[in-house]
Every structure is written in structure tokens, then in C-alpha cells.
């Protein structure tokens, strides 16, 4: 049987919960760099908000793709040997993205080279679910997502906010793209701390695909997992607004030092967000806590919407509306990894990942449009109507769906009655 999907792979013990922290703090490197500290250079470069807002949807676009390679992950070769593989193709990626002309006609090379190094970053994101489902002891998830998304949180910041700040006070691009991908590669060497396995025999491959693919079919029929999934794909909770702040800012007089050091700070608030949302789940539902945060984004939204154009209120509000974006973040982590249970974890969290990923990349090319045509408070209010619409549609999904499921379990009884 394929080493992914082997129930004895449970067993592993020795990959440390800390060593998450640094496997995604690396495949998230590209959502920071890409969202804030391009988003602001390309801008200030001349490039037109909606091509900016292009290339940043793009990032987005590949994570969403996350569920074509997680079967191949699951199937063969070992998930030290993919991690490898899809950081070295995000680290080139992002490298070339940093060094290549920023102007209008570059954009298109822009977009492929964002998008090729985020479907690196994508892979490598896939084997760390793997790694994290089958070596990690049951009783040690809990702090193994902890650390995965604090990680992930502090690389948007941190890795945004550095790199801007090295583009901002050095000469030349090549020396801050390779500060910036040199910190990206040394925090993805924390696979050496995965357990090595032998990959699977190649003759297995299509046993160990078809193994996987039957396990999410079975995982997506039930009323859990289309919840789950209609629950990933609206834009409710998504956060949206965070990727698209180095747009923005100038127009709250927001100076390039300033939107580094949010980076910064950033990175402290929205631990604070992901150890508050662990909190919060302990004491309500997951679920509850889900729509509880996700009102409160979106009423930091139109705060942010109708605030004064100063800095201090940007920062201000800013900080709140990321950590609340990350406590929703680890919310809909912890829906997923409880739900999703053994078997092909990995697949059946890439795919609700990616459908994750895909609710940040089109409310992104929509509000990047909205703000081209109508202006940055048009935005805004479609970043909080967005998601207002989108929990209406998960209301209308629920209702629907226990109708569905309670017709389908009173269907067997009345066949039975009737014969």
C-alpha cells in the first residue's frame, strides 16, 4: 500500500510540532512578498492597481490549485523529496519575480513568474499537510496547527515588511531578492526535521491515486464535507482587504517605513489573532466562533472604509482586521483538519485548502476592478458587502443541505414501510 495512505503511517513520532512554524513560514514567503511588498513598488513604479491586483490574485490562483498535486503527493516519491522540489521552484520563482522589469508591459511576465512560484510554494504546502496528518501524534495536532499558523502569519508579515524595507534602502533589486529568498530557503530547511521514508514502489502508483481519489469522493459526499467546502469557497472570513494594503496605503499618507513596520507589528498581532481564535473554539463551537469573527471583519471593514486618511488610523485598524483575518485562518484550519480525519489527508485537505485559496483570489480581482472604476471606499464596501453575501449563501447551503440529507436518511424507512 502507498506510503500516504497507510494507517500505520499514524504512528510517526518524529517530526517535532515546532518544526511547522518554519516548513510554512517558507510556502507562505510568496502571499507576503507578492501582497504587500511588490503590491507597493509595482504602484509606486506606475503600474495600474488592477494589473497590481492581477499579479497578486495570480498567487492566490496557484495555492487554489493545491488539490491537482496533492494525489501525486499522497501516491508517490516521499513528502521530504516534494517539499524539496516545490520550494526550490518557489524560491527561482520569486527570485526572477523581484528582478524582472516593473512596469506595464512587463506585467505579463510578472503574472506567470508569481504564479509559477506559488505553485512551487503550493506543492511544497501539500507535503507539509501530509507530513503534518501522519507524523505528528494525535494529541500533538493541536499544536502543530498552532505553530503552522503562526508560521504562515508571520512570514505574510514579516516576509512582506522585510523585503519591502530592503527594496526601500537598497541599491540594487538582486541583493534584496537575495536576502528575501535566502530567508525563505533557510526556514524551509526545518524538513530535515520530517521522518525520511522510502517512497512507494512505482508498480503502486495507480492503486495509491485511485485509493486517494475514492477516499475525497467518499469525504465530499457527505452533508460535512459540502458544508465544509461551500464553508472555504465564500468570501466570508477571507481577509481579502489584507492583500491588497500596499495599494492602498497612500492614500492614509502611509510611507513606505510605516507599511514595513506594520509588516512587523503585523506579525505579533496576528499570533495574538490565531492564539485567541484556539481560545475562543474551546469555549463555543468552531463553527460558532467562525461567524462570530467573521461579522467582526467585516465590521472593521467599514471602519476602515469611513476612517479619517491619516496613518494612525490605517495602522490602527489594520492591525486589528489582520489578526481577526488570522483567527479566522486557524478557525477554518481546525474545521478542516478535524474533519478530514485519516486516510488521504492530505488530498482531502489540499482540496478544501485550494477552495480556501480561490475565496482570496477572486473577491481580489473583483475589489482591484471596483477600485480602478469607483475608488478606494467602492472597494471597501465590496470587500464588506462580499462577505455578507457570501454568509447568506452559507445559510441558504446549510438549510438546503439538512432538507437534502434528512429526505435521503427517511428514504430507506418509507421504501421499507411500503413494501
Given at each position: 500500500?502507498?506510503?500516504?495512505?497507510?494507517?500505520?503511517?499514524?504512528?510517526?513520532?518524529?517530526?517535532?510540532?515546532?518544526?511547522?512554524?518554519?516548513?510554512?513560514?517558507?510556502?507562505?514567503?510568496?502571499?507576503?512578498?507578492?501582497?504587500?511588498?511588490?503590491?507597493?513598488?509595482?504602484?509606486?513604479?506606475?503600474?495600474?492597481?488592477?494589473?497590481?491586483?492581477?499579479?497578486?490574485?495570480?498567487?492566490?490562483?496557484?495555492?487554489?490549485?493545491?488539490?491537482?498535486?496533492?494525489?501525486?503527493?499522497?501516491?508517490?516519491?516521499?513528502?521530504?523529496?516534494?517539499?524539496?522540489?516545490?520550494?526550490?521552484?518557489?524560491?527561482?520563482?520569486?527570485?526572477?519575480?523581484?528582478?524582472?522589469?516593473?512596469?506595464?508591459?512587463?506585467?505579463?511576465?510578472?503574472?506567470?513568474?508569481?504564479?509559477?512560484?506559488?505553485?512551487?510554494?503550493?506543492?511544497a504546502a501539500v507535503a507539509v499537510k501530509g507530513i503534518m496528518a501522519y507524523d505528528v501524534p494525535g494529541a500533538q495536532l493541536g499544536r502543530a496547527s498552532g505553530y503552522y499558523t503562526a508560521g504562515g502569519t508571520f512570514a505574510k508579515a514579516v516576509g512582506g515588511?522585510?523585503?519591502?524595507?530592503?527594496?526601500?534602502?537598497?541599491?540594487?533589486?538582486?541583493?534584496?531578492?537575495?536576502?528575501?529568498?535566502?530567508?525563505?530557503?533557510?526556514a524551509g530547511s526545518a524538513i530535515l526535521l520530517a521522518l525520511p521514508r522510502r517512497p512507494a514502489p512505482l508498480r503502486e502508483l495507480p492503486k495509491a491515486l485511485f485509493s486517494a481519489l475514492v477516499d475525497l469522493w467518499a469525504f465530499a459526499r457527505t452533508r460535512n464535507g459540502v458544508l465544509i467546502a461551500v464553508l472555504c469557497v465564500i468570501p466570508f472570513g477571507a481577509g481579502t482587504e489584507a492583500g491588497l494594503i500596499g495599494l492602498i496605503a497612500r492614500e492614509w499618507a502611509v510611507s513606505p517605513d510605516q507599511l514595513a513596520s506594520l509588516g512587523a507589528l503585523g506579525a505579533v498581532t496576528n499570533i495574538a489573532g490565531a492564539i485567541f481564535a484556539g481560545w475562543l473554539t474551546t469555549r463555543i463551537s468552531p463553527w460558532n466562533a467562525y461567524v462570530i469573527l467573521g461579522w467582526t471583519l467585516i465590521g472593521v471593514m467599514l471602519g476602515l472604509a469611513f476612517s479619517p486618511r491619516t496613518a494612525m488610523y490605517f495602522l490602527v485598524i489594520e492591525l486589528l482586521y489582520r489578526a481577526l483575518a488570522t483567527a479566522c485562518y486557524a478557525t477554518l484550519l481546525g474545521i478542516v483538519m478535524k474533519a478530514i480525519g485519516r486516510g488521504a489527508a492530505s488530498t482531502k485537505a489540499a482540496t478544501l485548502w485550494s477552495l480556501a485559496n480561490l475565496a482570496f483570489a477572486y473577491p481580489t480581482l473583483i475589489e482591484?476592478?471596483?477600485?480602478?472604476?469607483?475608488?478606494?471606499?467602492?472597494?471597501?464596501?465590496?470587500?464588506?458587502?462580499?462577505?455578507?453575501?457570501?454568509f447568506g449563501v452559507l445559510m441558504f447551503a446549510a438549510r438546503l443541505l439538512r432538507l437534502r440529507f434528512k429526505l435521503l436518511a427517511s428514504a430507506p424507512a418509507t421504501a421499507s414501510a411500503g413494501g
Open positions: 500500500m502507498a506510503v500516504a495512505v497507510s494507517p500505520a503511517d499514524n504512528r510517526g513520532r518524529t517530526c517535532p510540532p515546532f518544526a511547522f512554524f518554519f516548513l510554512h513560514a517558507c510556502t507562505a514567503w510568496p502571499t507576503g512578498v507578492v501582497g504587500l511588498a511588490l503590491g507597493s513598488s509595482l504602484v509606486k513604479a506606475g503600474v495600474p492597481v488592477h494589473q497590481a491586483a492581477g499579479i497578486i490574485a495570480a498567487t492566490s490562483l496557484a495555492f487554489t490549485l493545491e488539490f491537482v498535486w496533492a494525489p501525486m503527493v499522497d501516491a508517490c516519491l516521499t513528502r521530504r523529496l516534494w517539499y524539496v522540489a516545490g520550494s526550490t521552484v518557489m524560491c527561482a520563482g520569486l527570485a526572477a519575480l523581484l528582478i524582472a522589469p516593473w512596469n506595464t508591459a512587463a506585467v505579463p511576465l510578472m503574472t506567470v513568474l508569481a504564479f509559477s512560484s506559488s505553485s512551487g510554494a503550493a506543492i515588511a522585510g523585503t519591502l524595507w530592503l527594496l526601500t534602502h537598497l541599491s540594487g533589486r538582486t541583493v534584496a531578492a537575495t536576502l528575501s529568498v535566502g530567508a525563505a530557503a533557510l482591484g476592478s471596483v477600485h480602478d472604476r469607483a475608488g478606494t471606499l467602492a472597494m471597501l464596501l465590496t470587500d464588506a458587502g462580499l462577505g455578507v453575501a457570501g
